[in-house]
């Protein structure tokens, strides 16, 4: 019986984690989605300090929840854990053009237009990290 019973409590204990994993991979994602709305629309209305904040909470968000294998391997479905590498691949690679905006958008001695051309193509590489990494780790059904 206690066997049962200590089976049972493990059993329901892993699945409330898994729920809560993939509930907290969710809201998780809704983060970067906001914060990824909150850069572009900063974009398209020139607004260069709403944009350094985004990028830079972008970039928080980042290393909090994708930077960490453990943190990410946890969040994942089961299916999926060892995928965690990919988003890790991702988060460096966002990182990195979150980098070259804040760069970009300081630098003093660019001209205008070129810091607008070389921010968005940043910003568009970040895009792409996010749709590869979701195309490669997603699990469709």
């Known amino acids: 019986m206690l066997k049962k019973t200590l089976l049972t409590l493990v059993l329901g204990l892993g699945l409330s984690s898994s729920l809560y994993a993939g509930t907290q991979l969710r809201v998780d994602m809704q983060k970067f989605s906001a914060t990824m709305t909150n850069a572009q629309i900063s974009f398209f209305t020139n607004d260069k300090a709403s944009t350094l904040a985004a990028i830079i909470k972008l970039n928080k968000l980042t290393d909090e929840i994708l930077g960490n ?46 810091k607008e051309m070389k921010t968005q193509e940043a910003f568009v590489n970040i895009q792409n990290q996010c749709f590869r990494c979701h195309n490669l780790v997603r699990d469709w059904k």
Do not use: F, G, H
Not at 85 to 105: F, G, Q, R
């Open 69 to 114: 294998k453990k943190t990410i391997t946890a969040l994942l479905p089961e299916a999926v854990k060892y995928k965690a590498s990919i988003a890790i691949n991702s988060a460096d690679m966002i990182s990195k053009y979150s980098k070259e905006i804040e760069d970009t958008l300081n630098d003093k001695n660019m001209k205008a237009i070129n």
